[in-house]
């Protein structure tokens, strides 16, 4: 048995702080509950410095991460995992299976990523935290409901008053008549209709641009 854990959090940039993991990391053990740990968002931590569950129960978590979100290599997907021992060599006979090797190009790109600018995730961390503030600020004044995450580069808010019960139409809507694509947060739970999720991923010019686009929208339909 085994259970996903994602965090920093995608859609709603949730994380745990260290006491929070080692009370998690005790259930997990009493439970004898296996943990995949996807922590690819590592680098994006805002609030507080990121801590891994991997060190806590190594005998039962699988470590995801990768480059695509600290060195911006989205459209390369190089992943890395960790566990220990016998799992590991399990995980190595299941990819030997169905992958030989990642592209050459992209093996290369990743080892150079990483040899020449190890910590490019300090800089993007300061630059999405920009980027996010901006955000949450104007979604706040445009009559959404959004708080600063602990990471990741995603907004989380809550759609104004008259959209409420309404969020994906409301992204529909959006996405046709100002051309701004935003996710409902029906797409992750039932429980978050109200909700959308906002990518902050693009550069502050078009995410400023995108605003003005949304709040242009808020207007014509008040």
Request: charged share 25%; aromatic share 12%; glycine share 4%.
């Amino acid at each position: 048995v085994a259970i996903i854990l994602n965090f920093p959090n995608n859609p709603t940039g949730k994380s745990y702080s260290l006491d929070e993991l080692k009370e998690l990391a005790s259930i997990f053990e009493k439970l004898n509950l296996w943990v995949l740990s996807d922590e690819i968002y590592a680098e994006q931590s805002y609030r507080q410095k990121h801590h891994s569950l991997y060190p806590l129960i190594p005998d039962q978590t699988i470590l995801i991460t990768g480059l695509s979100k600290s060195h911006s290599m989205t459209g390369y997907r190089i992943g890395f995992a960790i566990a220990k021992g016998e799992v590991a060599l399990a995980m190595r006979k299941i990819q030997d299976t169905f992958l030989t090797c990642l592209p050459t190009p992209i093996q290369d790109a990743a080892a150079f990523a990483v040899k020449y600018d190890p910590d490019a995730g300090k800089r993007t961390r300061k630059e999405y935290f920009k980027r996010i503030k901006l955000v949450v600020d104007k979604l706040n004044q445009l009559g959404f409901s959004a708080e600063m995450p602990d990471g990741a580069f995603y907004v989380w808010a809550k759609v104004p008053k008259r959209f409420i019960g309404k969020s994906f139409e409301f992204c529909i809507d959006l996405a046709q008549k100002a051309r701004v694509q935003i996710f409902p947060g029906a797409i992750f739970s039932s429980t978050a209709s109200d909700y959308v999720r906002i990518s902050c991923a693009q550069s502050e010019k078009i995410l400023s641009r995108a605003l003005v686009s949304i709040e242009n929208y808020l207007k014509q339909g008040s």
